[in-house]
């Protein structure tokens, strides 16, 4: 039986994130439109990034490179969530929803569940984030954007970005991606139990997934201020392709500083905030609420 609950945390998991990639992929689009625009052709604020992508319509628009990130992320999430899962259970703690929270090994378990997922959340990351910055953005400059190339989707763009960097090509930013990755796991599993365990511990006549909705805002709210600004350099240096404009990460965190000011950190908070509430909401709930149903067939 050991075996079929491990089977069903990695399941869990994969059910919940994709849900969450579904809800959240129009915000994501445009944190990734405001995080990646270059000094000279930037959009007016949030509303004028809005009407820009809305303009492309919904396929070419909001929801460009959503097939990959849909298909991939229940992989990604799989592995994020299942590892979290059964590394607390090696620590002799558990995930089972209203167990009391040892929250050192939380961390560890959020921490190691976050670097298990680099090997396949990189690549999709990578394309995901081409596909959302080569949406059009009018300008009157002629601006020359971080990738220069257009594609029609991912199937294109991951044969080209191979042709052209071999496999590596595909792990573009993993660096960054890791400096982002294990700290932002850690304190979103952290905040998400803490959240969860004393809002029920305290407010008992409010009903549980309420409290797990909150509790999954709550936590991909605070975990993704936490991370702002090495997401920022993420999505520019995954934009960069190629390596047409940054080495890499301090490279790119130096001179996006140098043209553009220590705001350029924070680039994008408002669209990272509304969809990290909305996105780890409905993930933490779905991941929470299947774990429940799991357990309930497997005792009955």
């Known amino acids: 039986m050991v075996g079929k609950d491990v089977l069903l945390d990695y399941l869990a998991g994969a059910v919940s994130g994709s849900a969450g990639v579904l809800f959240g992929h129009p915000l994501d689009t445009v944190k990734c439109q405001l995080q990646v625009q270059q000094a000279g052709n930037q959009y007016k604020g949030l509303l004028d990034c809005c009407i820009t992508i809305n303009k492309q319509g919904l396929a070419k628009g909001f929801f460009r490179g959503l097939s990959w990130p849909l298909f991939s992320y229940g992989l990604v999430n799989s592995m994020f969530f299942g590892t979290y899962a059964n590394t607390l259970k090696l620590l002799g703690s558990s995930a089972v929803p209203g167990s009391e929270p040892h929250f050192l090994h939380i961390v560890i378990a959020g921490s190691v569940g976050g670097a298990a997922q680099l090997s396949v959340a990189v690549p999709v990351e990578v394309i995901k984030v081409v596909l959302q910055s080569q949406i059009p953005h009018p300008s009157k400059q002629h601006i020359i954007g971080i990738n220069r190339d257009y594609y029609k989707g991912p199937n294109e763009g991951i044969l080209d970005i191979i042709r052209a960097k ?8 993993t660096v960054a991606q890791l ?31 309420v409290i797990n ?15 702002l600004p090495l997401d920022v350099m993420k999505s520019r240096v995954q934009a960069d392709v190629k390596g047409n404009l940054y080495t890499g990460l301090w490279d790119c965190a130096k001179k996006s500083v140098q043209e553009e000011g220590f705001t350029v ?24 609420e299947l774990l429940k149903a799991f357990k309930a067939v497997h005792l009955a």
């Open 213 to 227: 909705f909150l509790s999954g805002g709550l936590a991909g709210v605070l975990s993704w201020t936490l991370i």
């Open 179 to 209: 400096y982002r990755d294990i700290p932002a796991s850690a304190s979103y599993f952290a905040i998400f139990e803490y959240s969860s365990y004393y809002g029920h511990k305290y407010f008992p006549a409010i009903n549980s997934q």
């Open 166 to 173: 071999g496999f590596k090509g595909m792990y573009r930013g």
């Open 265 to 288: 950190l924070f680039r994008g908070y408002s669209a990272v905030a509304t969809r990290a509430f909305l996105v780890n909401s409905i993930t933490l709930l779905v991941y929470v």
